[in-house]
T-cell receptor
Framework: SAVISQKPSRDICQRGTSLTIQCQVD?????MFWYRQQPGQSLTLIAT?????????ESGFVIDKFPISRPNLTFSTLTVSNMSPEDSSIYLC????????????FGPGTRLLVL | AQKITQTQPGMFVQEKEAVTLDCTYD???????LFWYKQPSSGEMIFLIY??????QNATEGRYSLNFQKARKSANLVISASQLGDSAMYFC??????????????FGTGTKLQVIP
């Protein structure tokens, strides 16, 4: 498995501002993922972040709104830009650990409330 | 069509009893993986169990077992001897390959399990 931390754990932000969420892993991993979980909903993949290349965004998510950095094999950031109340969600970072099952392990999440 | 279907939005189980959470999936891939995650009210996603499409035996991890019926495309989670700490949301997920060698995990809508003392 992998130990994953996220900062901040929660935040309350004003609309129109931006928030950068950090994800740190205790081992080097190739694949990192960012998910959004809106209140009462399931997880939706925002983008896949590989070190040294541009993130791959899912349909409905764009780089201008959710810029991602992946400077090395243990760290990534997701920025939620120009926030609106609809961005209020839990944002989860996950990593894929190739142990035959290529299981994804998740960070504790960042709870974001936009007023 | 939904890739992962969980038809039970909520379930109740008596403490110490067994419970089955349903999951069906849809894929044309021959090679895929099925996962179950637990999400307590704290929000973290906890990996429980994995089943590969080529695995002939049903996966087991302690009190968790995965009832894999490939022909029916179902991957139900069985929790034996339920405990109060099992009360949580449970998500079924599937990893499949997409064009270009890209792998993606899709999650179901979840089942909220409540264990009754």
């Amino acid at each position: 498995s992998a130990v994953i931390s996220q900062k901040p754990s929660r935040d309350i932000c004003q609309r129109g501002t931006s928030l950068t969420i950090q994800c740190q892993v205790d081992s080097q991993v190739t694949m990192m993922f960012w998910y959004r979980q809106q209140p009462g909903q399931s997880l939706t993949l925002i983008a896949t972040a590989n070190q040294g290349s541009e993130a791959t965004y899912e349909s409905g998510f764009v780089i201008d709104k959710f810029p991602i950095s992946r400077p090395n094999l243990t760290f990534s950031t997701l920025t939620v830009s120009n926030m609106s109340p609809e961005d209020s969600s839990i944002y989860l970072c996950s990593v894929e650990v190739p142990q035959g099952s290529e299981t994804q392990y998740f960070g504790p999440g960042t709870r974001l409330l936009v007023l | 069509a939904q890739k992962i279907t969980q038809t039970q939005p909520g379930m109740f189980v008596q403490e110490k009893e067994a419970v089955t959470l349903d999951c069906t999936y849809d894929t044309s891939d021959q090679s895929y993986g099925l996962f179950w995650y637990k999400q307590p009210s704290s929000g973290e996603m906890i990996f429980l169990i994995y089943q590969g499409s080529y695995d002939e035996q049903n996966a087991t991890e302690g009190r968790y077992s995965l009832n894999f019926q490939k022909a029916r495309k179902s991957a139900n989670l069985v929790i034996s001897a339920s405990q109060l700490g099992d009360s949580a949301m449970y998500f079924c997920a599937m990893r499949e390959g997409l064009p270009g060698g890209y792998q993606k995990v899709t999650f179901g809508t979840g089942t909220k399990l409540q264990v009754i003392p």
